[in-house]
Nanobody
């Protein structure tokens, strides 16, 4: 059973940066040639929303409009750990951030599927990010 553990959340001021990390416990995850890592977030009283996604092969990335130009998703070569670099944070970025993994190709068109939380097989417990104004 794959477990994902997020780290790096905290309390920062608007304009600051944070780097979130997501570590996978199962080394077999790294044996898959195709898959996706993603970050979602959920603010109090709101639904979980897509933030960013990264294909394991080819480096294809997708970002929510709110994240474009400020956030960057990347992974380490082992495919066991990936990161979300968040710059110029805003109070509206305040949320619990969840990492997710899907160790297989998307069946639907990836340009649509990556945004759907139901497409991911494994989830972390979440790390809280609070941005003060």
């Amino acid at each position: 059973q794959v477990q994902l553990v997020e780290s790096g959340g905290g309390l920062v001021q608007a304009g600051d940066s944070l780097r979130l990390s997501c570590a996978a416990s199962e080394r077999t995850l790294g044996t898959y040639d195709h898959g996706w890592f993603a970050w979602f977030r959920q603010a109090p009283g709101k639904e979980r929303e897509f933030v960013a996604a990264l294909a394991w092969s080819g480096g294809i990335t997708y970002y929510a409009d709110s994240a474009k130009g400020r956030f960057s998703i990347s992974r380490e070569n082992t495919k066991l750990t990936h990161h979300l670099q968040m710059n110029n944070l805003k109070p509206e970025d305040t949320a619990v951030y969840f990492c997710a993994a899907r160790p297989r190709r998307m069946i639907r068109a990836q340009g649509l599927a990556v945004y759907d939380s139901h497409e991911y097989d494994y989830w972390g417990q979440g790390t809280k990010v609070t941005v003060s104004s």
